[in-house]
């Protein structure tokens, strides 16, 4: 089953898992597929059907050819030339059966191509014996009567195209065995019901083999679906644990994890850069606003930072309480800078109230930028992140609301 077919097991609207509920809570007896649980097994189970059929109906005329071959050579040639007629019925007949079945086809197609299909090759193994007489016309009513039975059990089509094949079969054995001119009447009757109880058995047995495999469909479905929905779960429950709950960007375990990965990947901190983002005097915008300003202060920050960085390559993630950490990927120093700032100047154009501010009645952003030196040995993200960290302090100290590159020491300081 392709990739495709395994989502649309997988992925089924609530009504149709109610109905496989309830199918698997009955009888298996009473399992009856209808609507579109119908149309999601015949789809799932098509393929193995129609090769079984191909492959079927390759013997038949395999066989078909084998033996007149066999009964050129071992039979009176006046015998032999009179099944060659009948014979080549089955040929074409098995032939076009199976053309039907190398593509999913109209419904009734499919079912014209097994109850058609089998009538004229019943029709003709009979025939083969009718023509040669004698001890033929009983013995090949019989083969017909086996091949009959061999479709029933290994054909696993809809039980109204069973009872199809074995009502022809039985109904042909019947009619030639009613006009066998060395068999009276009440032996033709005895001999179709003898052997009709034996099909009626087996066509018992292809019933109760569908209904099982209607089951191990059904439970099939449901084993998919719970999976999908703990895999889907779990997704959630990933998502969550590497989220801020209130900004709803990532969280400071998800960067650490980020950081680590792009480190692993080869990036190695060449042409990297960490800005370390702190909100201006916001434990005194708490104590002024109350926590609910000052929450819907962090939201909306983080929504400032996240649509100034480079969508799809910069990670941004809540650090600490009002500190953001962001990641830039294959930016250097002057770029780096140049993000930092559009940040800060996006956040001070919202003009977010906060009059307990000691830079402006309204929020402000302290952003300190660390960047990977061409020159430099090449610093590991704990590195990059102290140097971020170290520059943000000069920042506050030199008066907030504003951007500090992180400058080595000079030598010998």
């Known amino acids: ?31 009856r597929l209808k609507g579109e649980l119908r149309r999601l097994f015949q789809e799932r189970s098509w393929p193995r059907t129609a090769k079984i059929i191909r ?8 066989l078909d050819a084998l033996t007149l071959g066999l009964n050129a050579v071992l039979l009176p040639r006046a015998i032999a030339l009179s099944m060659i007629l009948p014979a080549c019925i089955l040929p074409p007949a098995a032939l076009a059966s199976a053309f039907v079945w190398t593509k999913p086809r109209a419904f009734w197609l499919q079912r014209l191509s097994i109850t058609g299909g089998m009538f004229f090759i019943l029709m003709s193994v009979a025939l083969v014996g009718v023509g040669a007489g004698g001890e033929f016309y009983e013995r090949h009513l019989n083969i017909m009567l086996f091949v009959a039975t061999t479709a029933i059990i290994i054909f696993a089509v809809p ?35 003898f052997f009709a109880s034996g099909i009626i058995a087996t066509v018992v047995a292809r019933r109760t083999m569908n209904i099982l495999a209607q089951k191990t469909f059904l439970l099939e479905l449901r084993d998919r679906s719970r999976v999908a929905e703990l895999a889907d779960a779990n997704a959630r429950l990933e998502r969550l644990a590497r989220t801020d709950p209130l900004t709803g960007i990532a969280n400071r375990r998800w960067m650490m994890e980020t950081l680590h990965r792009l480190w692993s990947d080869g990036m190695k901190g060449r042409d990297a850069a960490m800005l370390m983002c702190d909100i201006d005097d916001f434990k005194s915008l708490n ?27 910069d990670h941004v993630a809540r650090y600490g309480g009002e500190e953001f950490l962001v990641v830039l990927p294959g930016a250097d120093e002057r ?38 030196a061409p020159d430099d040995a090449i610093a590991s993200p704990e590195q990059l992140q102290h140097r971020a960290d170290a520059a ?5 100290q030199a008066g907030r609301n504003r951007v500090v590159l992180h400058r080595p020491d000079p030598p010998g300081s």
């Open 287 to 313: 104590d002024r606003l109350g926590h609910a300003e000052g929450d819907r202060c962090l939201v909306k920050v983080a929504g400032i930072i996240q649509s100034s960085v480079r969508r799809n390559r």
């Open 1 to 31: 089953m392709g990739a495709s077919a395994r989502m649309r097991l997988q992925l089924q609207p609530p009504a149709i898992m109610a109905e496989v509920e309830r199918l698997l809570a009955g009888r298996t007896r009473d399992i």
């Open 55 to 62: 492959a079927w109906m390759t013997w038949v005329i395999m």
């Open 159 to 193: 039980l109204r195209w069973t009872l199809t094949v074995a009502a022809m079969a039985l109904g042909l054995y019947l009619f030639f065995q009613l006009h066998n001119p060395r068999l009276e009447t009440g032996s033709a009757v005895a001999a179709t019901l």
């Open 392 to 396: 943000l302090y000069l920042a506050k």
């Open 335 to 372: 770029e780096a800078a140049h993000i930092a700032e559009r940040i800060r100047q996006g956040v001070e154009a919202a003009s977010l109230p906060n009059p307990a501010s000691r830079v402006a009645p309204y929020v402000t952003l302290s952003i300190g930028v660390a960047a990977q």
